[in-house]
């Protein structure tokens, strides 16, 4: 499965576009990494990526075909879309909610089956969150909405999943958590795209990064060549510095900040 | 091992299922069955059970027995009336508070019960008769949403569902104030009274031919809503989630809203304004079976049914007068939506 983005443009308002010339790949087994400051385009990016805006320049293609040219069922098997975590109105399970993955693949007025419901069971058992089946989705916590919303893009068995700031509102242990689930799963094959606020988490399961700045993507490369401390500095407008460190015969990078 | 365990639980939940379908169906069938004998003029069970056996066995006759014009003239299509409008409204407030997001919503949003008076009122000042308020304000009901989508198509700014609230709000204002209009032009004496009444809702004009009118809308839009049951439970986590899930949100919408307004004019057309059932009714199901639309639909056309029913019966026996029954269904509604509203937790369960 391979995504590309051949010079991508867009615009809500014809005189200011708010994306430019963006061009990336991602293919099978590997994590792209968004980042960019606030406003960069990297929402409006995913909502091209996904069908749900048009560009007005360029195309975005899934095994070279163009994503305005699917239908929205047909679209739904390739590409998972994995949403920041939010609260819905009402108060589904949450075996509930991970069958919802199952829309694309089930005739218009029918419901899920049992063989969906063992789908979406095995979805949650790839992310060990079984327990969690009959909790009401909205009751459970953001980490946990978090995991049942990859294991929803899961059940709909994509070959591309699109994750949404996947860390954000996460204490610590569960951005660890979902980072290492996002690394299995591009081992097992899947082509990953993510966004992210944080520079080091790019070193914990990307295999690259992408930075975007005022609609453009204006570094491209493997992590550890595109975040260093004069790009940080670049993008963000802040001091850092990129440290290496050895343990047990691995090199390590982490970002030490001057914030004194 | 683990897997057959909650194999059982699953299975186990099925017949609490069905225990559940049968007490609202048991509930149902009671309240039918009592407020036969309930109203203006009691009617014993020995003299519904003759009037049956009249019609049924010797139906060439003709029976012109008071009471059995009664039963059947009356009471019964007017328990048939309470049971179909309390389930249309029911269903079509489900339906409205999922595509909108927001359970606050209630069926006449869009302004299809602000339309359906304006017509109404038309059709009383000009005397058109029973049968022309009703179709009248059915198409005045429908038109009037039918503006507000049309308006609120051409308006691109902000979330597409909140434009179009907004815009059935100003929509439902417009067609009040002619309400109002009319109110001031027509004749105090004979008009003016008829038009009020309507406006409070009632069934007390309920006949055959009411039932006729709007039995079909009723049920096709119903079935059309219960056949896109799974999809209403993905467009309530938002168009962008639904899209990007396989669903054509723009489509879906189009044709959900436009059942919805068929089960709401169709019911406010013949019966008047009767609030609070799309909202308190839904809300109740969802508390009982659960946010899931599978269940939701059906549970809200049983429980629907028989709050109407109730409060329909207890408007034409509490007193020595028919009280107006839209003014009771608030009355009732309002009061146990704000209990709910205590008792509810996150998510509005």
């Known amino acids: ?233 670049e993008i963000y407008g802040v001091e850092v510095e990129v440290a290496e460190i050895e343990r047990k015969g691995s090199t390590y990078r982490v970002c030490i900040p001057s914030v004194v | 091992m683990r897997t057959s365990f909650l194999c059982r639980i699953t299975r186990l939940k099925t017949t609490k299922l069905w225990w559940n379908y049968l007490l609202l169906f048991t509930v149902l069938l009671a309240l039918t069955f009592i407020s036969m004998f309930l109203g203006r003029y009691p009617i014993s069970p020995e003299q519904i059970a003759e009037i049956l056996k009249a019609k049924l066995l010797y139906s060439e006759q003709a029976v012109f027995d008071p009471v059995s014009t009664v039963f059947m003239d009356i009471r019964l299509p007017r328990i048939i009336a309470a049971l179909l409008i309390g389930a249309a409204l029911s269903i079509s407030g489900a339906v409205y508070q999922g595509i909108f997001k927001n359970p606050m919503v209630s069926p006449d949003i869009l302004g299809a019960s602000a339309g359906a008076g304006f017509g109404a009122a038309l059709a009383i000042l000009f005397s058109w008769g029973m049968q022309g308020i009703h179709i009248v304000s059915f198409v005045c009901g429908l038109l009037a949403v039918f503006i507000t989508y049309f308006i609120s198509s051409r308006i691109k700014i902000g979330d597409s569902s909140l434009v179009l ?113 799309g909202l308190v009714i839904p809300h109740l199901a969802r508390a009982f079976i659960g946010p899931d639309y599978q269940n939701l639909l059906p549970v809200s056309i049983l429980m629907g049914g028989s709050f109407l029913l109730l409060v329909d019966t207890m408007a034409r026996s509490l007193l020595p007068m028919e009280i107006p029954l839209g003014i009771l269904t608030s009355l009732i509604g309002a009061p146990f939506f704000l209990y709910l509203l205590t008792r509810t937790r996150r998510g509005w369960g």
């Open chain 2, 165 to 277: 609230v907004l815009t059935g709000i100003f929509v439902g204002t417009i067609f009040s104030s002619l309400i109002s209009l009319f109110k001031a032009v027509a004749d105090p004496y004979n008009k003016l009274p008829a038009i009020t009444y309507w406006l409070m809702g009632s069934l007390v004009p309920i006949k055959w031919s009411s039932i006729k009118l709007m039995i079909l809308p009723i049920i096709i839009s119903s079935i059309v809503l219960y056949l896109l049951r799974w999809h209403l439970n993905i467009v309530s986590f938002g168009d962008e989630e639904a899209q990007a899930l396989g669903v054509d949100t723009g489509k879906l919408r189009i044709i959900v809203i436009f059942c919805a307004t068929l089960l709401t004019t169709s019911a406010v057309a013949v019966s008047g304004m009767i609030g609070w059932v």
């Open chain 1, 1 to 233: 499965m391979k995504l590309e983005l051949k010079n991508i443009a867009f615009a809500y308002e014809k005189t200011n576009e708010v994306l430019r010339d963006v061009s990336l790949e991602v293919e099978a087994g590997e994590v792209l990494c968004l980042l960019g400051p606030n406003g960069a385009g990297k929402t409006t990016l995913f909502k091209s990526i996904l069908g749900l805006l048009k560009p007005s320049k360029g195309k975005v293609l899934i095994n070279g075909k163009n994503v305005c040219d699917y239908t929205r069922k047909k679209l739904a098997h390739y590409l998972g879309y994995v949403p920041q975590n939010h609260i819905p109105p009402f108060p589904y399970r949450v075996l509930d909610v991970v069958l919802m993955g199952r829309t694309a693949h089930i005739n218009n007025f029918a419901v899920p089956s049992s063989v969906d419901v063992e789908i979406a069971r095995e979805a949650m058992r790839r992310l060990n969150i079984c327990h969690l089946e009959n909790r009401n989705y909205a009751e459970i916590s953001g980490g946990e909405r978090q995991l049942v919303l990859i294991a929803r893009a899961l059940a709909q068995k994509p070959g591309i999943l699109i994750l949404d700031e996947p860390t954000a509102n996460l204490d610590f242990g569960n951005q660890l958590r979902i980072l290492k689930h996002i690394k299995k799963l591009a081992e097992s094959g899947f082509a990953v795209v993510m966004s992210s606020h944080f520079p080091e988490h790019a070193f914990y399961c990307c295999s690259k990064v992408a930075v975007m700045q005022k609609g453009r993507i204006i570094l491209v490369g493997k992590p550890e060549e595109v975040i260093t401390g004069r790009n940080l500095k």
